[in-house]
C-alpha cells in the first residue's frame, strides 16, 4: 500500500504481502529499487515478493515456475 501522507523525504511504500516499508520519493523511485506497483496504485509489493505477483503474459504460456 502506498501512504497517502507525503512527507518531505517521501511517501511510505509497505509490501502487501511482507509487511515491509521503505520510503521513496516517487514511483518511478520505487519501481527503479525492485518494487512491483499495481497499476491501480493501490497495491505494491518489496523486491522479494514481487516476482510472484507479476503477470508473465501469454509469452511465457502464462506458467512461471518459482524458485522460493
Do not use: H
Not at 502487501?16 to 520519493?25: G, I, P, T, V, W
Amino acid at each position: 500500500m502506498i501512504g497517502k501522507t507525503i512527507y518531505a523525504d517521501g511517501r511510505n511504500y509497505l509490501c502487501d504481502d511482507c509487511n515491509r516499508l521503505e520510503k521513496f520519493q516517487s514511483i518511478e523511485a520505487a519501481r527503479a529499487a525492485g518494487w512491483a506497483i499495481a497499476r491501480n496504485r493501490k497495491n505494491c509489493y518489496c523486491p522479494a515478493c514481487a516476482p510472484a505477483r507479476r503477470n508473465v503474459g501469454k509469452a511465457w504460456g502464462g506458467v512461471r515456475t518459482l524458485v522460493k
